[in-house]
Structure formats: C-alpha cells, structure tokens
C-alpha cells in the first residue's frame, strides 16, 4: 500500500492546523505512545526495556510509551536527559503519568537490556547528538526502537549528522519522512511502521506500490512536454548542477529537475523515484536499478497504456520492473 512521504516541516504545519482548531495536543501525544509501545511489545514481546526520553515531544512519546508497557506488564526503567522539573507543557503531564523513578540518562549507559526505546529527538534534530545521547548512540547495546527517527538522523535529508541510533524498528505518524524512505537514513531506520494519530497530511510525495497509479489516475495532471525521460541520480546531477547543489534530498533533486525540464523523470539510484513537472513524486526503494535497462523501462511504460497519465504509467512500470 502507497504510503505519503512528508518533510518534518510539513508535519509540525499539519499539527499546527489541527491544534489550531481545539484539539488537544495531548490526546494526539497519548495516541503516539500508546501506539510506540504496542509496536514494541509487538516485535520484542519479552525481555528488559530501556526508555530514554529526550526533553520534547518525542521525550512525552515515551513517558506515555514507559505507562503502557507497564501496563501491558513489562519490565523497564526511565532515563531522562535533563531533570525533571525542566519540563514544561504536554512532556511535563506526560510525564506526570509515570508515577515512579526518572533516572538521569547517564545511569542509561552500560545498562543491560533486551531492548532500548530511543524516544530522544525527532526528525526536526538540527545539530550532531553530544554528550551522552552521543554516547549512547554508538553503544553496542541490543536492538533499539526509535520514535519518529533514530535519533542524530535528519529526517530532511535523510542524513546523520552525526553519531546516530541504528534502530531495527522505527514508528512514526501520519507519513513518512524523507528519511525513512531514502538512503542512507533508511538503513538506519530498520522496518518503519507508520501510525495514524488524526493528523491529515496534504501532500504530493508517496511511496510507489501496486495501488498507486490507481490513486493518481483520477488526477488530472498537467501533460509533459517531452515525454519520460530516464536517468541515474549521478548523471542527473552532473546535467543540472544548479539544481542539485541546493536540493536538500533526493526528492527535491528529482522533482526540481522534471519541473525544470518539463517532463516526466524515472531517477535510477539507492531508490528509484518518478517525478512529474507539476511536482508529484514517489519512491520506489524495491527497485532494481540494473533490473532493466533504459530502453526496456521505457517499453514498459509505453505498454502500461495510460497515455493520459505517463506519471501514473512510469509508476507502473517501475513496479512491474521489480526482480
């Protein structure tokens, strides 16, 4: 099933707007770590569970996380990067439910575990992790599950900026990141499950998969003047070097470049994307580059038979291309 791929921007402006209307942030946060816990218990239904939570938003997603898993019976301790009293708005009352000990984040190091609950930094993470959560990134310390992303990752660019939690699971809200989706911050990411917490997101971005060129069909998208054209990220960026010096991933390159040329463009890498002039675009990391060549994809795209829609037809044949 397609899935939409959203910036860490798009996300804070989506939650803005629901807000804005009365509903309460908390009862969207309530959601969020109740459905991080039940994924964690799912995939690590056994074993110690190491919680540690950062001072925002994704810190509050693992207080109300820590609560449900006791609730459902777990064994686990709480660590904390600042103090307690430092929290303020929806953190604070989240962690208000957790009526027992917040150790410092320091007492996390070392610490046997069968499984970490990294609830540190989102996506929106704009500088390299220091100190202990540093510390506790590059730890060799059992699988971890990340809310949001694997904290030090940048959702934008899909990019560490830093040391970086490699996570086996990772849950997020509403849609995809960049990073989920595109190398190498999908690597780190391990299975990415997405959790609906009733904020509707608006945009143009997805995942390629069977049900997509149905999605779009009922679109009615502007025709491209020149067709498809098929290329390697590489090449792309030597063609349009403007483009790709201030593309902050490889969404952005792909679909500044088919606005730019006015077509549809099937970019071959790490994933490969299809992007259309008027700016949709979707990502296909099952792909095979070396599945087929240019010529062969383009047949493909020619035989899938949707000429009023070559953007609904090139997902097609991409999908179809998989080994």
Known sequence: MSHAIITPEQMYAAEKAVFDTGVSSFSAMQRAGRAVADHLHHVFPRGRVRILCGPGGNGGDGFIAAARLRALGRDLRVYLLGHPESLSGDPAHAA???????????????????????????????????????????????????????????????????????????????????????SPGRGLCGETRVEDIDIPVDGRVFTNAADLPERVLGETLPPPEEGVWVTSAGELEAFYPEIARPAENAIALARASAREAGRILVMRGPETLIASPDGHCCVDVQADPQACTDASLLERIEAAGQPDNLFAAACAAVWQSHG
Do not use: N, Q
């Not at 009526?99 to 609830?119: N, S, W």
């Not at 704009?126 to 992303?149: N, T």
């Open 96 to 182: 208000e439910l957790w009526d027992d000990t917040i150790h410092p984040l320091e007492a996390a190091l070392g610490l046997e575990a069968d499984v970490t609950l990294d609830a540190l930094f989102g996506g929106g993470l704009s500088r390299p992790l220091e100190g202990m959560p540093a510390k506790l990134a590059e730890e060799e310390a059992g699988p971890v599950v990340s809310v949001d992303v694997p904290s030090g990752l940048d959702g934008l660019t899909a990019k560490p900026l830093g040391p970086c939690f490699r996570s086996a699971l990772t849950v997020t809200f509403a849609a995809y990141r960049p990073a989920h989706v595109l």
